[in-house]
């Protein structure tokens, strides 16, 4: 049984107001469930959100959580489902063979009414790394692309190879940038896990494991992205997601993988 938690995060939330630097923006959490698949990554829509978990997909209700429908890809040889986003009624989920090299990586789709594996698309061995988040904005597909250091790294490279590329619908690229150098810091050894685009025009991402959102922006001119603040939050770095069913409101999903936790927070 998944049980629903209503939080008071009274002292968390005023904290939250304290800590956030470079930034007018607060982060307040809501609720959280209790889902012992919460491992990797979390999507939403209007009436469900789906727990992503390396090869198991699982449908649970915004209610209370219940468990809905199950998918496990395993037999089809998914080793390592990053993160999902949910666009006009289908799951579109980062896929890659992390931590093996080279890197490859596809982008595997579902019908989010049925959990049914309807579509694919492989971009083989990436030429940017390993495919960890997607989302789309003004019809063009963005994708977060990792570099790992130390034993994961990949041809002599590092973190700071890590990028966001922007891709039109039949997935041709148009641009990329690189993130600042302080969060190739925060994310090194690992990488940029997680990312959404807000209905403020604002990205949000993740490293892998630190209880934080990034803000950032597309720059004005040049290849690095511009962060604008950092929002402590209730979550364990990987893989979030946007709830865009809810009007003027920008409300983030999240994970606590080591409490096996879905997690629901508002940024104002």
């Known amino acids: ?3 629903f938690k209503s939080l008071s995060f009274c002292t968390f939330s005023l904290l939250l107001r304290v800590l956030s630097p470079a930034s007018s923006q607060t982060l307040t959490p809501l609720k959280e469930f ?36 199950t998918w496990d890809g395993t037999k089809q040889g998914i080793v390592h489902l990053n993160s999902g986003v949910v666009i006009k009624g289908k799951l579109y989920c980062a896929n890659s063979n992390y931590p093996e090299i080279p890197m490859t990586s596809s982008v595997e789709i579902f019908d989010v009414k049925t959990l049914k594996h309807v579509d694919t698309h492989s971009f083989g061995i990436a030429q940017h790394g390993s495919l960890t988040w997607l989302d789309q904005k003004d019809g063009h597909w963005f994708i977060g692309f990792a570099h790992y250091a130390g034993k994961e790294s990949s041809e002599g ?25 302080n969060l190739v810091d925060l994310f090194t050894p690992k990488s940029n896990s997680g990312g959404a685009w807000g209905a403020d025009g604002l990205l949000y991402c993740t490293g ?3 209880g934080e959102v990034y803000v950032l922006k597309l720059p004005k001119s040049g290849y690095t992205l511009s962060h604008t603040g950092t929002l402590p939050a209730p979550i364990e770095g990987q893989g979030i997601a946007m709830d865009r069913s809810v009007a003027g409101k920008t409300l983030l999903y999240g994970i606590q993988r080591s409490k096996h936790i879905v997690t ?3 940024i104002r």
Request: a positive charge; aromatic letters at 10%.
């Open 1 to 3: 049984m998944h049980l």
């Open 34 to 69: 209790d889902v012992k698949e919460a491992k990797q990554a979390v999507a939403v829509d209007a009436q469900h959100f789906y727990v992503i978990n390396n090869s198991t997909i699982t449908k649970h209700a915004k209610a209370d959580g219940k468990l809905v429908a």
């Open 157 to 181: 490279r590092d973190v700071r190879w890590t990028s966001l590329v922007k891709y039109d619908m039949e997935w041709r690229q148009v641009e990329a940038w690189v993130f600042p150098k």
């Open 208 to 210: 892998h494991d630190r």
């Open 264 to 266: 629901v927070s508002e």
